[in-house]
C-alpha cells in the first residue's frame, strides 16, 4: 500500500519488460507489405523453418485487427508493459520473436523436436 493508502501494485504484477534471453529476434520489412495476416504468417512461418526446423506457432498479435492468439491473453495485462501474446510466447518456450513491419504482425515460435 502507498502513503495515500492505495494499493500501487500492478494490475496482476505483471509491470516488467519483456525477458527475450534465448530468443532470436528477426525484424522483417518486405518490399511489398503483407496484405493480410495470411500473408504475413506464411513469411513468418518460413523464417520459423528457416531457423528453427520443425517448429511451432504459440502466439501472434494482428495488429490491423488488433486481434492476438491466445485470444484474450492480455485482459490481465492491461496496465502492463508486456502484451498478453508476448508474455504467453516466452512463457511457452518460444525460440523465435517474427516481428514484421515494426510491430504490425508478431509471431512467436518454438522448436519440436520428434
Known sequence: MGADGRDDAPACGLRREP????????????????????????????????RLGNYMLLSWYDRDRDFESPQHSSECHLDSAVPGYVDYGLNHGAALKVDIEDGRFVFFYRRIDF
Open 19 to 50: 525477458d527475450y534471453t534465448g530468443v532470436t529476434q528477426v525484424s522483417l520489412v518486405p518490399p511489398q507489405p503483407p496484405k493480410d495476416y495470411r500473408e504475413a504468417m506464411r513469411l513468418a512461418d518460413g523464417e520459423a523453418e528457416t
